[in-house]
């Protein structure tokens, strides 16, 4: 009984190492690219076990949503996608640990878009208690996030800790890379330490904008907001 106890473990983890479905999971997003590597585009998303290529003149950064390591990969190098790091064969990499919170805004997005809609804690209204209070489900690290949206669906964003103009976001008349917007190509900013609704159709998250967080283009995985769970 041991024997095909370990048996079903080992086939139930095969899957999750190495099989199709764990490969499309998004694990980094490519943040910028000089040079023209093979098979990869400024804003995408890669998956573990995903190999890049690059030339003598190439270079990329990657930011890993979950484990906030942000890489910066130069000359020719081969590189492979891991869960928490690239292995790298050849070039030269520099790593730097960044503020994000990814791992639990992909878990709150996976719940909600589960459950078809989030249910907070105690339904907070516009004015009322201390950003503390709200007890938001992740947490931002730039001033301009930087959303992801999808046709057909804009995505609404409510101030929660006190009264605000609500930003509606479509990607229709936008300026995008891939199906992101980035709030910092039009010069837009939320408030430090702001507690904010994000709702797309029937799914809602709450965050927050941490105190300290930057303006501008700072690392895309400390401000991205998405509100499609991975396929």
Do not use: H, W
Request: overall charge positive; glycine content about 10%; charged content about 25%.
């Amino acid at each position: 009984m041991r024997r095909i106890a370990l048996a079903a473990v080992a086939l139930a983890v095969l899957p999750v190492m190495a099989g199709p479905a764990s490969a499309q999971a998004p694990i980094a997003l490519v943040e910028d690219i000089t040079g023209n590597p093979r098979g990869i585009e400024l804003m995408d998303y890669v998956s573990a076990g995903k190999v890049i290529k690059l030339g003598a003149k190439d270079s990329v950064i990657l930011g890993y949503m979950k484990s906030c390591q942000r890489e910066t990969i130069a000359g020719a190098a081969t590189i492979t996608i891991g869960t928490e790091l690239s292995e790298v064969r050849g070039g030269t990499v520099d790593r730097e640990k960044i503020n994000c919170d990814g791992g639990r805004m992909e878990l709150t997005v996976v719940n909600a878009s589960k459950s078809g809609a989030m249910v907070f804690r105690g339904a907070p209204k516009l004015g009322a208690p201390s950003p503390l209070a709200l007890r938001p489900q992740f947490v931002i690290y730039g001033l301009s996030p930087v959303v992801e949206l999808k046709a057909g669906t804009p995505v609404v964003i409510d101030r929660l800790d006190r009264p605000a103009e609500r930003i509606i976001l479509a990607p229709e008349g936008r300026k995008l890379r891939k199906n992101l917007y980035d709030f910092a190509d039009d010069g837009q900013e939320l408030a430090r330490a702001g507690v904010y609704q994000a709702t797309m159709g029937s799914v809602q998250v709450q965050f927050q904008v941490d105190l300290d967080a930057k303006p501008g283009r700072t690392p895309v995985a400390g401000r991205l907001l998405r509100l499609q769970a991975s396929k």
